[in-house]
């Protein structure tokens, strides 16, 4: 038997990983196809609908995205350095927004948040308004979002060798300037990497976002909002916005795996 | 530029309790088996953990006093600390370590000055993983040195050397740290770095001090078994002293077991009759393949190869020779293909009577 | 292989438990409006025909069209609005469409919302109102009303306008309309008058609608395999007892069974 007879030879995991690949890219690729032969495309591309939902959608994912990592990071660290009973608890109760579906997310919100919520009075009384604004947009992405973040910015800080951080304070470095100058250059990957999956799952919010922010085009309707929408009406359209959100989704993953590479320490090298 | 202080701390049921005053440009060694407390002392005085009691001195200026309440914290107290695996930052260039600590033009003149002292100009903007274990000793060396400290602490620095590369360049590393002028206290389990390298030597055993003077007394020739053992002397004879030779400054001793065979070991305070214990290193032990003919050296003994272990860097062969008597010796592995050394082979063991030393009871 | 295959088996048997071998199972796709009701009603038709299973799908009118339009299986489709059937008449069966019921609109008020007492005062500032989206049935007839209410001599002429700048959210069906308004983070919406049965909500009735605008109809798939089946279930839901099920959930029935 000759095995070089078969001119290119698969592991079952490669031809498996061809399997998967082929299922997610099919839906897509028909996708493409169906919104590039639609003859509505290009009027739908440039639609004040369109273009005001993308508008809102990547201004609302960045805010939040803002929040997320300004607030995550140090969690993420604390919670990187903390063992023990209470923790785990606090690691449980960060992944729920994981596992619940996102419309309960959104009624849970307006439960706490809204006119009728647990602080519906103290929020009124200070003037504050959440339910059909934007902000709720905002405040529905971080919900959902950030504990993709926080899981794994916490990865990423766990696995910088407490070592480093001790060595760099005997050199002279203050405990704030160490983790400026070495736990974050080095968690970075993590970091980044944790960042694109919330931010993929920020833009793509919608069931919180429905029930708790509303559907208004222009303050409370974002990309896959504006989708539903268009569904009811004329299904090019809804492929056309759904194209466009694709697209951009695809531009912003790939220039963050870009950052996560191009600062990264080759896995295996951080001992 | 002295570095001195005691402590005394307690984590769980070990209790370590040490003290130290170290010389600038001398060497301290902390030697002791692992778990013994020698790297918790370390990180100690860097700061690192926090202490139940003690005073900490570098330079003259006090860093940890708990009886004033004074704890100074790692990045104000000026520590070199170089762990066992370096602590190299893997996401700097060979420069960036190098300079990390430096803080001011001075500092970043010596860390120039190191780079080239310690070989280190075409491997600068090189990353971590792409240096060799003698280079990244190196790095993590000038980087410590950079940051110009008042005390380097050395954890181990040659144990994840090879044997070969270890003895290469501990002796540049002497010189680099006796011309620091900088107090040096190395961590080691080995007593052979630690004789290479050491002014002064301290033992420590489960947290405690046992021994401590100058490398070769404290090492070579230890004063008590147990001390003995920790300083890895392998061979230690319970023998009777048979009759002493003052005019030779030397005595015989027997071994207990009749016929007794008989080593002369030099004179010691003991009298006749006197049941003691004998040390000599396994180094010190010479093997010859046959009977060794007009030798200096007084003790040769005849006996058979019971064992041969493996113990860097070479291997440890026991020969018996009856009587009760066994003897461990340390050759290389050069030296068992060359001699034809197998278990059971007919061997003589030899044994200059100025390498035997009595060790005191405990 | 194993996988695909037991996905195949369950994708294909899931709906067809306690039912005869040779039993049929008709897909009615109807607007969520209808959700109660035809629940209601399929019940009914399966106690009476143990040989005919009934499986629902409610969404709003617009979606369940455009599934459809996409090759979505049906056996019969319940629209609330009679365009979305003739949208898609090249897909039924012309001769069974069928009118099964009429609505009118109300707008529900939320417990919490005492201020608006009548119609006029949907136009005041900083009242919360939500609506369907345009494109759904619902949002379409409520903003018809506004339009013809601002035309009447008791309404502003802008009332409309001032209503519609009122809204803060466009839902995509009823349901999601009155889901607000029962959380009270909105103070208004409009939506079906059956979708208030059993709601006790407050609520204000709209003057002179005409009660065949909002039509339910109903039609059979050309497509179905099951014509015969499909067709006694719309019998049944003209029959008597058919619509005193529907009257009893809020609906208004026709006068005449057949357009």
């Known amino acids: 038997m000759n095995r070089r007879a078969f001119p290119v030879r698969l592991p079952p995991g490669g031809i498996i990983t061809l399997v998967y690949i082929a299922f997610i890219a099919l839906p897509l690729i028909a996708l493409f196809v169906r919104a590039v032969s639609s003859y509505s495309l290009w009027d739908s591309l440039t639609s004040d609908i369109t273009l005001t939902a993308l508008r809102l959608s990547l201004v609302t994912s960045l805010i939040s995205m803002i929040v997320v990592v300004g607030a995550g990071v140090p969690i993420a660290r604390y919670l990187s350095r903390r063992t023990g009973p209470l923790s785990r608890v606090i690691d449980v109760l960060i992944d729920v927004p994981l596992v619940l579906p996102p419309v309960v997310a959104g009624l849970a919100m307006l439960m706490a948040f809204g006119r009728m919520g647990i602080l519906g009075d103290a929020l009124d009384a200070a003037g504050i308004r959440l339910p059909f604004t934007t902000a709720a947009v905002i405040l529905a992405q971080i919900f959902v979002s950030a504990p993709f973040f926080i899981r794994a910015a916490k990865l990423g800080f766990q696995a910088v060798p407490r070592e480093l951080e001790e060595i760099s304070q005997t050199l002279g470095i203050s405990p704030w300037r160490t983790f400026w100058r070495v736990t974050l250059p080095l968690a970075w990957p993590s970091i980044v990497g944790g960042l694109a999956l919330s931010w993929a799952r920020a833009i793509s919010e919608f069931g919180a976002t429905i029930m708790f922010a509303g559907n208004l085009t222009g303050r409370t309707q974002t990309m896959p909002l504006a989708i539903l929408s268009a569904m009811e009406s004329n299904v090019g359209a809804a492929l056309a916005l759904a194209v466009i959100l694709v697209a951009a989704s695809v531009i912003v993953l790939f220039v963050l795996a870009l950052a996560a590479t191009r600062a990264a320490v080759p896995a295996g090298r951080l001992e | ?362 | 292989m194993l996988a695909v295959s037991a996905l195949a088996a369950i994708a294909t048997t899931a709906c067809a438990a306690d039912r005869p071998e040779n039993a049929v199972t008709l897909r009615v796709f109807a607007a969520s409006s209808l959700t109660d009701a035809l629940t209601e009603a399929s019940t009914a038709f399966e106690a009476e025909n143990a040989s005919v299973a009934i499986e629902t799908h409610f969404a709003g009118s617009s979606r369940l069209r455009a599934q459809l339009e996409e090759g979505a299986q049906a056996d019969i489709f319940i629209s609330a609005d009679p365009r979305h059937v003739d949208a898609i008449t090249h897909l039924l069966v012309e001769s069974l469409i069928t009118t099964v019921a009429t609505n009118e609109m109300v707008v529900a008020l939320a417990d919490s919302t005492r201020s608006i007492q009548s119609l006029e005062d949907l136009a005041e500032p900083d009242v919360k109102i939500v609506i369907a989206l345009p494109d759904v049935p619902a949002g379409r007839y409520a903003r018809a009303l506004l339009v013809q209410m601002a035309r009447q001599a008791d309404f502003p002429s802008n009332f409309d306008d001032a209503v519609l700048a009122n809204i803060v959210s466009e839902e995509t069906n009823v349901r999601a309309v009155l889901a607000k308004i029962q959380l009270g983070e909105a103070d208004a919406g409009f939506v079906y008058r059956s979708d208030l049965r059993d709601t006790g909500f407050r609520h204000l009735t709209i003057p002179n609608q005409n009660p065949a605008d909002i039509a339910y109809v109903a039609a059979v798939l050309r497509d179905s395999p099951h014509h015969d089946a499909a067709q006694a279930f719309l019998d049944f839901l003209i029959s008597d007892e058919g619509q005193q099920i529907l009257a009893s959930q809020g609906f208004f029935v026709p006068v005449t069974a057949t357009p």
Not at chain 2, 259 to 266: A, F, G, I
């Open chain 2, 1 to 362: 530029m002295s570095a001195r202080g005691w402590i005394k701390h307690r984590i769980g049921a070990f209790s370590l309790d040490v003290s130290w005053d170290v010389e600038p440009g001398t060497v301290t060694v902390l030697y002791g088996p692992s778990g013994a407390g020698k790297s918790l002392t370390l990180r100690a005085i860097a700061g690192l953990v926090r202490l139940d009691e003690g005073r900490i001195e570098l330079d003259g200026s006090v860093v940890f006093d708990h009886e004033a309440g004074l704890w100074i914290p790692p990045h104000h107290r000026r520590v070199g600390l170089m762990p066992q695996e370096y602590g190299l930052f893997p996401h700097l260039t060979v420069a960036a370590n190098i300079a990390y600590g430096a803080h001011d033009p001075d500092s970043h003149a010596r860390a120039a000055e190191l780079t080239r002292t310690l070989d280190l100009q075409e491997l600068q903007q090189r990353r971590i993983w792409q240096l060799s274990g003698g280079q990244r000793q190196r790095v993590a060396l000038a980087r410590a040195l950079a940051a110009q400290p008042r005390v380097l602490l050395l954890d181990e620095p040659f144990a994840s050397l090879d044997s070969e590369l270890r003895r290469a360049v501990r002796q540049e590393i002497r010189q680099v740290l006796t011309a620091s002028h900088v107090p040096v206290i190395l961590v080691t389990h080995d007593a052979e770095e630690a004789l290479a390298l050491a002014d002064h030597v301290q033992i420590i055993d489960s947290g405690r001090i046992v021994a401590e003077g100058d490398p070769v007394t404290t090492l070579r020739q230890p004063p008590a078994p147990r001390i003995a053992r920790l300083a890895g002397v392998e061979n230690l004879l319970r023998m009777r002293v048979a009759r002493l030779q003052p005019e030779d400054g030397a005595m015989l001793c027997e071994t207990l077991e009749s016929p007794p065979l008989t080593l002369e070991t030099p004179l010691a305070e003991a009298r006749e009759g006197d049941v003691v214990t004998v040390g000599i290193r396994s180094s010190d032990v010479i093997l010859a393949s046959s009977e060794p003919q007009g030798l200096s050296a007084r003790n040769v003994f005849a006996g058979t190869v019971a064992s041969i272990e493996p113990r860097s860097p070479g291997h440890d062969v026991t020969v018996n020779c009856g009587a009760g008597l066994s003897l461990v010796s340390h050759v290389t592995r050069h030296a068992i293909t060359q001699l034809g050394i197998n278990e059971g082979t007919r061997m003589w063991a030899v044994v200059k009577a100025s390498s035997c030393f009595l060790l005191s009871e405990d």
